[in-house]
């Protein structure tokens, strides 16, 4: 009730300021006057008759802008775009909104290559929504790709190929304001050389709904528009490499890039064995007792992998009316990887408990997908999208698994499996929607639906040896074969409706209903010694159910701005309904209910100076998934059993969240500060039973030792989290300083024997980076990042745990003689001990050399990498039961010999 008297103050609110306001709007749309084709990020500047700056924006992706609360008098409109002439025009605002129409700008061939001849531009423009980094202002190398340029902007960061900017990651990177690489920012980090670049901005682009509805429904994405110099708009760029490896280690790979106008196309393939792109040359199990950190110097999830990949991009704008997208991405991969665990229990009831684990993972997949999208225009007042998407994969997967647990020394009980799996999925999905634009403004409603079809099928097996030395149960013996099949259809159908409430106030009301079947069939036969074949059925470990998922959701949304404050307020109410129909392990018919107000509310303040802020409250409901609400045993490893729980409810979640994004411009410094807490009522956790035998759970054979786990409904599961970044220059300009500082606390509820107890957790985390700006010939960054952890347990018979890691990180690239650059990089992990586990510190140094040739297209090089030879995978795991330490086999990298060829012919527009 409360809500919605806070959202019928809003109106009040919104209504009142509307009535008495003064102020009105001046709007209009900036237009390529030779191709007659809209300006995306043209910048747009009100001034008074003294020339003072009063405000500033940027047009969006259909060169439409629009300033807000200008008062009535005279003033003067400048509107430039690189590569074009300025235009300026006086206007009068005389008690009324002003409409400009269309802004025309022609090209300017002086201009193009303005950058050399005028002063360099200022590093930093920002523009309420966007901050815009000027690429001449940041000193990059000659091979420097986008990447290699973004690692040096303030307030960014690029950590294993994700970029980071406010805690965030972005996840969308375009070109010049269109699609490019789409779905795969890392391929346009890599790929983009840097001298393309003329600017880098960093937008919080508004939803597509947004966009088209002028409705703002709070939601933002961080996206990366990279705007490309007005002399390479138009042509090609790519590489193809080599790099060979003793004995028999190669990658192979190469891209080739195209742009014209608003048409992109790209082709990226490759052969790799040499894992994760290194060079290797031995094979060695790397024995480690280390933290989990965020520097992964192994190879990804470890082992030794074989990997072949094809991709294509498509995007072209047909007519101010079409555009096209078509994508195709191959992969074919074959992986051997060994593993060895070591956990020690940590809870007064397993004191003395430790498990071993040995295994062998053979595993191989082929994936091949396609997409086309289409976006048709028809008049300025609907549009239509239409994608389709199309997938198959096949996998085969042999692994082998030995397990045993040590109770003071002595054998508890110990596991021998060999599985097998082999498994085929086929998946089809569409979506059609249709917006539409009636005469008055701000009133419009969209229609859309989505459907999908996956279906999977294969077989596997599993067989075990399972000996106990305690209890009743002495061994279990499980030669078991299933031919595992499913079927999974999604349909969601919406509709949606906004209102205009007044100049600046919008209302939206829509519904959304959706339906998820899932057929699954999982029959395990055990091997019968009479008849020779699998024909005995084990019901208590096979499954077969149907599961149905149907929700509505109801949603009501009103936003408004006022000034510089714009805020977004929606009241949504969802009722979901899963029905759950299964025959096997038991025969259960079950219909269950779930229901919830989810409340959200979004206040935003952008300003004129680019200092944006935000706070944000919104409810959440998460309904239990298929697994979670099947109470099928999992016997993969009969030491750690698994099973569902079909009487589990929804958890709902309650969040609130601060950030402030802001920029000195006389210290030329940034500073980036967010914060969140959140709760859960009912949330989803572990409940975990220590075989003693005397407490299996019914209908449930729990040797001693052995662990049982089924997920249980429990209160109390709170998170927090604060973080600050700061980044200014120094010495002129030539080194950027970067310093961050992270907190965060979490208090998770888990039952084990029985017991409710709480797993609290304090993290804190500092860092320290210098990145050099001095020239184009040395490139250096250095890093620094310790973190310390506080883990205290609500049983009073566990003793609190701490511990310490830290990350140190070099990198310099020198170009020492004409054509020649050396690159070094080390890196140091330094982890600290805990419960009486000793610590370890790795140091990982590559080297390499190169001479560029052919007009700096032609690179060789000779690189040495992991010099010092302590390469790995290091994991190490620690919950509130136990602490796992884990070693995995890498390739221990020495020598490689490199030759890549850089091809690149751009031109104007």
Do not use: C
Request: without cysteine; aromatic residues 8%.
């Amino acid at each position: 009730m409360r809500f919605f008297t806070l959202l019928l103050a809003f109106i009040l609110t919104s209504l009142a300021f509307q009535a008495n306001g003064q102020k009105y709007s001046v709007s209009g749309d900036v237009i390529d006057s030779t191709y007659n084709e809209p300006l995306f990020l043209a910048n747009v500047a009100l001034r008074n008759l003294k020339d003072s700056l009063l405000d500033a924006t940027v047009t969006d992706e259909k060169g439409h802008f629009l300033l807000e609360n200008v008062p009535n008098g005279e003033y003067k409109l400048n509107v430039s775009f690189v590569g074009f002439k300025l235009y300026q025009q006086r206007i009068s605002i005389k008690n009324g909104p002003l409409a400009l129409g269309k802004i025309l700008l022609a090209e300017d061939p002086t201009n193009l290559d303005s950058v050399s001849v005028v002063a360099e531009a200022e590093a930093v423009v920002l523009k309420q929504d966007t901050v815009e980094f000027n690429s001449s202002a940041f000193k990059t190398t000659d091979e420097a790709s986008l990447e290699d340029l973004i690692k040096k902007l303030p307030g960014m960061e690029v950590e294993e190929g994700k970029v980071k900017t406010q805690g965030k990651e972005i996840t969308k990177i375009i070109v010049d304001g269109k699609p490019f690489f789409e779905g795969s920012p890392e391929m346009a980090l890599k790929n983009i050389p840097a001298d393309m670049v003329k600017k880098v901005q960093i937008i919080d682009e508004k939803s597509e709904d947004t966009q088209f509805t002028g409705h703002d429904d709070g939601v933002r994405t961080k996206t990366i528009n990279v705007v490309t110099k007005p002399e390479k708009k138009k042509g090609y760029f790519g590489r193809s490499g080599l790099t060979y490896s003793h004995p028999d280690r190669y990658n192979l790979n190469g891209n080739i890039n195209f742009l014209k106008g608003n048409n992109r196309f790209s082709v990226s393939g490759g052969y790799n064995n040499l894992g994760g792109g290194a060079g290797g040359a031995q094979e060695v199990i790397i024995r480690s007792n280390g933290l989990a950190i965020p520097q992964n110097f192994g190879q990804g999830n470890g082992g030794i992998s074989e990997n072949k990949s094809l991709s294509t991009y498509y995007y072209t704008e047909i007519n101010k009316k079409l555009e096209v997208t078509l994508t195709y991405r191959h992969n074919d991969s074959q992986t051997e990887s060994f593993r060895d665990i070591s956990r020690q229990f940590i809870q007064a009831s397993d004191e003395g408990r430790i498990y071993n684990e040995k295994s062998e993972n053979s595993s191989s997949s082929n994936n091949n997908s396609g997409s086309v999208r289409v976006i048709y225009k028809p008049s300025k007042k609907d549009e239509i999208r239409l994608s389709q998407s199309l997938s198959q994969s096949t996998s085969n997967n042999v692994s082998t698994l030995n397990g045993e647990t040590l109770l003071n020394n002595e054998l508890l009980n110990s596991t021998d499996n060999f599985n097998f799996s082999d498994n085929l999925n086929n998946s089809w999905s569409n979506s059609l929607s249709w917006r539409h634009r009636f005469k008055k403004k701000g009133r419009t409603i969209s229609i859309s639906t989505a459907s999908s079809v996956s279906n999977r099928s294969g077989i596997d097996t599993v067989r075990s040896t399972n000996i106990f030395t305690s209890g009743d149960v002495e061994n279990q013996i499980f030669d078991q074969i299933s031919d595992p099949n499913g079927r999974t259809r999604n349909h969601r159908a919406t509709i949606s409706y906004t209102e205009p409430l007044a100049e600046k106030s919008s209302l939206r009301l829509s519904y959304t209903g959706s339906r998820n079947v899932s057929e699954q069939q999982r029959l395990l036969l055990d091997f019968n010694e009479s008849d020779q074949d699998y024909t005995d059925l084990d019901p208590q470990r096979s499954s077969d159910y149907e599961l149905i998922n149907t929700s509505h959701r109801i949603n009501s949304g009103l936003s408004f701005k006022i000034k510089e404050i714009s805020v977004s307020a929606n009241a949504n109410y969802q009722s979901q309904i899963i029905q759950n129909d299964q025959v096997y392990p038991n025969n259960v018919n079950t219909k269950n209910s779930f229901n919830g107000l989810l409340p959200s509310i979004t206040f935003r303040k952008s300003t004129k100076d680019g200092k944006q802020s935000s706070l944000s409250f919104r409810r959440s409901m998460r309904a239990p998934s298929a697994n979670q609400l099947q109470d099928v045993i999992d016997n993969r490893n009969p030491l750690f059993l698994r099973q569902g729980n079909p009487n589990l409810n929804a958890s709902f979640s309650n969040s609130i969240s601060i950030g402030h994004y802001g920029y000195n411009e006389k210290e030329k410094s940034f500073v980036q500060i967010s914060a969140s807490i959140g709760f859960t009522e009912n949330s989803i956790v572990s409940s975990t039973i220590v075989g003693n035998g005397s407490n299996s759970p019914e209908g449930i054979v729990l040797p001693i030792g052995a662990r049982f786990t089924a997920p249980v409904n429990l209160p109390g599961r709170t998170s927090a989290n604060a973080y600050l970044q700061v980044s200014k220059p120094l010495k002129g300009k030539k080194l950027k300083l970067g310093l961050g500082g992270s907190l965060g606390y979490s208090k998770n509820p888990q039952i084990l024997n029985g017991v409710s107890q709480f797993a609290k957790s304090m993290n804190y985390g500092v860092s320290v980076s210098l990145t050099s700006n001095f020239n184009d010939k040395l490139d250096m960054s250095l890093r620094i990042a310790p973190n310390y952890s506080i883990v205290r347990n609500s049983n009073r018979e566990q003793n609190d745990r701490s511990f310490f890691n830290l990350s140190n990180r070099f990198r310099a690239t020198w170009k020492f003689i004409e054509g020649f650059s050396a690159t070094t990089s080390v890196s140091n992990i330094v982890q600290g001990s805990v419960e009486g586990i000793s610590g370890t510190s790795q140091w990982l140094w590559n080297f390499s050399i190169s001479k560029k040739m052919l007009d700096k297209k032609l690179d060789l090089r000779v690189s040495a990498t992991d010099i010092l030879r302590q390469n790995a995978l290091i994991n190490r795991n620690i919950t509130s039961e136990y602490i796992q330490n884990s070693e995995t086999n890498v390739l221990v990298q020495i020598v490689r010999f490199s030759l890549s060829y850089k091809f690149t012919k751009m031109g104007g527009k």
